[in-house]
């Protein structure tokens, strides 16, 4: 149980050797990866491989869990983090539950995170990357993707806030989630970030990011009560997007280039949590959804994002096959639903979260 720290429950490191901390602009950090390269100190020999479980963090004033380089290779699972960065004590880049610059072959799973300022922020390197199974709701964001470039993987996870979505990147694959907020996404961004040989901490190119390039497979996507407008995640992109299998409820739109989906925009699916003393419970309204026509989401599927050009795959190498839903169970085969559970039903649905 940690508790009431003034700035951070849990850092998993940052480089002070390297000049990091007078060196705050996107061309300095590239100078501090260039130069801890160079020392040899930033590699899975030295660094990283951490384990974060089963751990409740809270009421800390800037973040539950960050790690600049530090958090390569580790493991963040089954955590309960909350009320950070709740009252704002700080301004700074690091204000979130999960805050990470550069988790490569990270994996985050099955973490509950609500009441804090942004959830789950990956900035920078965020390649090989998994975030599935995470209950993620009440806070101003739910997940942050920043500068990066894939491939990285987010499937199956609860996003339940205001904000859904944001990702200034490229190369993400987003599959069976459920999304009740907004969407944000954009354009070219002058800055541009590393990318690396699979499964390594090796530079092999550095590019700036120029919108689109991801995936969007068999997500169900709504508009938070507490929206007033729709939004989409597909708005402003340069590069092509790959959607399929989705549905959109009470209002967002659909990406132009979709062929293959459900949309309507007058469905109020009213998703809401509940916390009781024995856990907590998703309640929402599902419409049919048996007439559209899914795909099991695979590597092969995925394809390989345009700037590094590697496959969507586990951090062990082996193929990825998204057949096993937010509670584990196994999915249909031919037609699996789409969201976060592989066999919903319909109409009013309670199902218990955590």
């Not at 590094?308 to 193929?319: A, H, K, S, V």
């Amino acid at each position: 149980i940690i508790s009431d720290s003034k700035c951070v429950g849990i850092t998993l490191g940052k480089d002070r050797a390297s000049g990091n901390n007078g060196l705050e602009n996107a061309d300095g950090y590239n100078e501090v990866i260039r130069r801890v390269l160079k020392r040899g100190d930033w590699t899975k020999e030295n660094i990283g491989s951490h384990i974060i479980r089963n751990n409740t963090i809270s009421n800390c004033g800037e973040a539950g869990i960050c790690g600049s380089l530090g958090a390569i290779f580790c493991k963040i699972s089954g955590n309960h983090i909350h009320s950070i960065h709740y009252n704002k004590p700080f301004f700074g880049f690091e204000v979130a539950a999960i805050k990470f610059h550069a988790p490569i072959d990270c994996v985050i799973e099955r973490n509950r995170i609500h009441n804090s300022y942004r959830a789950i922020w990956l900035d920078w390197m965020t390649q090989g990357t998994r975030v599935s199974r995470n209950l993620v709701y009440n806070n101003r964001h739910d997940f942050f993707s920043e500068v990066n470039h894939g491939p990285y993987l987010v499937d199956n996870n609860l996003f339940l806030s205001q904000s859904g979505i944001d990702t200034w990147s490229d190369g993400g694959a987003y599959v069976h989630n459920l999304v009740a907020g907004r969407g944000h996404r954009t354009k070219v961004l002058t800055r541009s970030t590393p990318y690396h040989p699979a499964h390594s901490t090796e530079v092999i190119g550095i590019k700036n990011i120029e919108g689109g390039d991801e995936r969007i497979y068999n997500n169900i996507f709504s508009r938070h009560p507490n929206q007033k407008h729709n939004h989409s995640l597909y708005l402003r992109v340069n590069l092509p997007l790959f959607a399929d299998g989705n549905v959109y409820l009470n209002g967002p739109w659909h990406y132009e280039g979709e062929e293959n989906f459900i949309e309507d925009k007058q469905f109020d699916p009213q998703i809401k949590c509940v916390e009781k003393d024995d856990g907590v419970y998703l309640h929402m309204t599902l419409p049919s959804m048996k007439e559209l026509d899914t795909r099991m989401v695979t590597s092969k599927l995925l394809g390989k994002p345009l700037v590094t050009g590697l496959p969507y795959e586990n951090i062990d190498g082996t193929p990825i096959k998204v057949d096993t839903d937010y509670f584990g169970k196994k999915r249909s085969l031919k037609n699996p639903a789409p969201g976060p559970f592989a066999d919903p039903g319909e109409g009013e649905v309670v199902l218990k979260v955590w």
